[in-house]
């Protein structure tokens, strides 16, 4: 019990310093996310930047806070991009997290890039439990770049991750983050059901991340984004059961969190 | 009327069917769309991805239940993937559908590409009046890529391009679906004069005809996305009658169709 | 006193123009604003169409009524369209806006480009305070896309830049907008707290100006489009203080403008 009040107070603490600090974060992203992942960087407290090409890479990565990699809808331009960020990121100790979307044996591209940014040493790994289990070397089933695979089920093959990053965050029903500086896997509850039903809202999710990891530390970080995620959803769904609404009142939910609200629906645990 | 009764049945049963598979759905789209395609196919019951590059397109293609090309802002890369992936979805039979945003005279890059992907004999063309009519050889004039035709003026010249397809559909303030496999053409009521007034609505549209197909017969499938949307813009605009609350009152009515609305709200006629 | 009653005459007759011509204005935009920007033209009376491609460029600006381009994620591609279609907008005598998103000395791949555009005279430069001082020879700190320094320090430094436009606007808290066409620099008030919390309003803005300037005089034009989001901010924030429902309102508001509520709520000074 100590050890998650802990945690919570860190979690807590976490929200206050992004709302006080208000990091820049670099995001190389999706065509699909870019404007929503905008909006929920600045809905939480932080300050986005979608630089993502490789004439610029590097010397934006070096005034950054924090950086989000999301390989969705990857150009050769934006990996060039990725690449330069990614080792420029590892070389300064800036903060970044991979999201390696549709991470398959089918979508190869992509998924050689994503093995070849491990030795740069993410953050964070975060992921559905599709793209999380096969990264991990587990043969999964995919639907697309949609999950087919419980994130319940997959928490155990993903700690074979940390020998490439110090985190791993599987989004799901419940969310599980893994890192070896935390006692224990730490199980996120709350949200929505509605939640997949909206575009987008993992890879958001991934640079909310990296926004955390620019102000806390990594595994503290990685949890209160899942939690900040967590209670606006569930808050949201109060309002609304249908998608279009949910989503308006899931940003608002997202801007609007308190250290009040954090306090009483926070739902972490150990595994 | 027995025939218009039997086709409202196979409509009803084409959206129970997209409910129960959630069919997997590759789009290469624009960038304006990109992100209101998946929620609009997320919403609707279909399973959205856009893979849109030429490294991955053909394996992606090869895997996913039907394939959605729009040609609204193209880079060299796109019309890369656009071509393999229309390639590939033709020899492996997988039902695929053709968006020529603003083909005219005055696009000639996406105007010559829409032509040559002619070859790979796309299930569907949907379009506006402009674009299609322009497709089928009459000279029109389009405003950039909305339409200065009215859909009923354009339906007698469209039947030129069932050369090319099983299926040609023209949205507008009615919306016209022509096809070798309907005993005539085709008119959709319903909608929202206030739907030309959210941009990537054709778009979107493009997208879940392209989802319908990958679970009913070719016109089945093209006349219950235009009712699907018919019908939600009608509720839609019940609700509101300005475009930030319609476009959330849209995805919310797309998201809650029934059999029962299908059942109520359909207008369907034979021309 | 007469001659701001005379400027807000014709700021309510640009408004009007806008309603019956519904100009054309070609988008070369950022991935962020694509949707959002093509959402805003359509509220506010104009026909958006995002043509960023270098092979389609030259031709579709000769037939575009307005050009408005947005240096916010370039590709090459688009660089490419850039030059092309400024250079076209230029020899064409078709007005032109430039929004130098992000131009500091650490972004130097669009800062070089932005300098190269000053060539093709746009007709408005628009930017937020830290862009336009940094553009007008003042070093400044910006924080990535976003601005630390306030519109009011910077109008005086701005003036510089009317050897290479003939309007210079500043957006922030207020606005400020100088030409050399104003008999002094202009101030417009209203808006709300949470624009800047919603992404992309900046880019939005920067295509509307190119929507007025298709209907009048640059330094009305650029006024006017001002106003129309001032007043239409300054609603939406009556309705809500959270920031998703807010940008819901907020596209209301501008498509429910009118004469009246232009009389009403319209806010500009000579400074």
């Not at 404007?35 to 090409?53: E, I």
């Not at 949200?191 to 991934?206: D, E, I, N, R």
Request: hydrophobic share 45%.
């Amino acid at each position: 019990m100590t050890a998650i009040n802990d945690l919570k107070t860190q979690i807590i603490q976490a929200w206050i310093e992004l709302q006080q600090q208000t990091p820049l974060v670099q995001c190389i992203t999706n065509t699909v996310a870019a404007n929503y992942a905008a909006n929920v960087l600045l809905a939480c407290g932080a300050s986005p930047a979608m630089v993502d090409n490789p004439y610029e890479a590097e010397s934006f990565t070096r005034v950054s806070n924090a950086l989000s990699i999301n390989i969705g809808t990857p150009t050769s331009e934006q990996m060039q991009a990725i690449r330069i960020s990614a080792a420029t990121a590892h070389q300064q100790s800036i903060p970044w997290v991979l999201d390696p979307v549709g991470y398959s044996s089918i979508l190869k591209w992509r998924s050689e890039m994503t093995q070849s940014l491990l030795n740069f040493v993410p953050s964070v790994i975060r992921g559905n439990a599709s793209e999380i289990a096969c990264l991990a070397g587990d043969e999964t089933k995919a639907k697309g770049v949609d999950s087919t695979q419980s994130s319940a089920d997959t928490y155990h093959t993903a700690t074979a991750l940390l020998k490439f990053t110090s985190c791993v965050a599987i989004s799901g029903e419940s969310d599980f983050i893994i890192s070896n500086d935390l006692p224990h896997i730490v199980k996120v509850s709350g949200g929505s059901a509605l939640q997949p039903k909206v575009t987008a809202t993992g890879c958001a999710l991934g640079a909310l991340i990296a926004a955390y990891c620019a102000v806390a530390p990594t595994a503290i970080a990685t949890i209160a984004a899942h939690v900040h995620f967590a209670i606006a959803g569930q808050l949201a769904a109060q309002k609304s059961q249908s998608i279009g609404i949910f989503n308006v009142a899931f940003l608002d939910e997202l801007h609007c969190l308190s250290t009040t609200k954090l306090e009483q629906y926070m739902q972490i645990d150990f595994v």
